[in-house]
T-cell receptor
């Protein structure tokens, strides 16, 4: 009963470094999403995927790339981290964007110094 | 998708009923209204979803008037553990839709 698992839970990066955040779900969901949440703010959609091999831009895609090579995994990449990307990142998955509920991971707290 | 508007914050006391209203004037025929709850340092979790009239589960009730241009999440007899941010979303399965969140309503329950 893992649900949605995010790796890592915490990370500190130096400006200009790169990293990949991994999201894994074991519910056979088609839709997967990456969000960022800044202190005191709501969730903003970065990228999402409607199925294996697909990706689409969300509200704030600049500075991030994603891949969905396997249905159960959705990777979020930062090629050259900037302090403005300091945030908490949440991954979610669902069967569909509408009638079914989305399940969220526990979040990844990323600090870029 | 229809834009949603909800109060930024609300305060309540333990044992009271809390009603959070969300407006979604441009809701479409195929859209559903969904509410999520988020505790500090956690991801949001689904609370309730409805299309019209009233929906009730073990956590909350959702009231949707006939014109569906607004909805009200009702939390009966809140406790301190209901302190959280509540998000109202308009969702649809039509097309390749993403799941987008607004700023939510920050509910603070006092003893």
């Amino acid at each position: 009963n893992a649900g949605v698992t995010q790796t890592p839970k915490f990370r500190v990066l130096k400006t200009g470094q790169s990293m990949t955040l991994l999201c894994a779900q074991d519910m056979n969901h088609e839709y997967m999403y990456w969000y960022r949440q800044d202190p005191g703010m709501g969730l903003r959609l970065i990228h999402y995927s409607v199925g294996e091999g697909t990706t689409a831009k969300g509200e704030v895609p600049d500075g991030y790339n994603v891949s969905r090579l396997k249905k159960q995994n959705f990777l979020l990449g930062l090629e050259s981290a900037a302090p403005s990307q300091t945030s908490v990142y949440f991954c979610a998955s669902s069967y569909s964007p509408g009638r079914t509920e989305a399940f969220f991971g526990q979040g990844t707290r990323l600090t870029v110094v | 998708l229809a834009k949603t508007t909800q109060p930024i914050s609300m305060d309540s006391y333990e044992g009271q009923e809390v009603n959070i209203t969300c407006s979604h004037n441009n809701i479409a025929t195929n859209d559903y209204i969904t509410w999520y709850q988020q505790f500090p340092s956690q991801g949001p979790r689904f609370i309730i979803q409805g299309y019209k009239t009233k929906v009730t589960n073990e956590v909350a009730s959702l009231f949707i008037p006939a014109d569906r241009k607004s909805s009200t999440l009702s939390l009966p007899r809140v406790s301190l553990s209901d302190t959280a941010v509540y998000y109202c979303l308009v969702v649809t399965d039509t097309g390749r839709r993403a799941l987008t969140f607004g700023s939510g309503t920050r509910l603070q329950v006092q003893p």
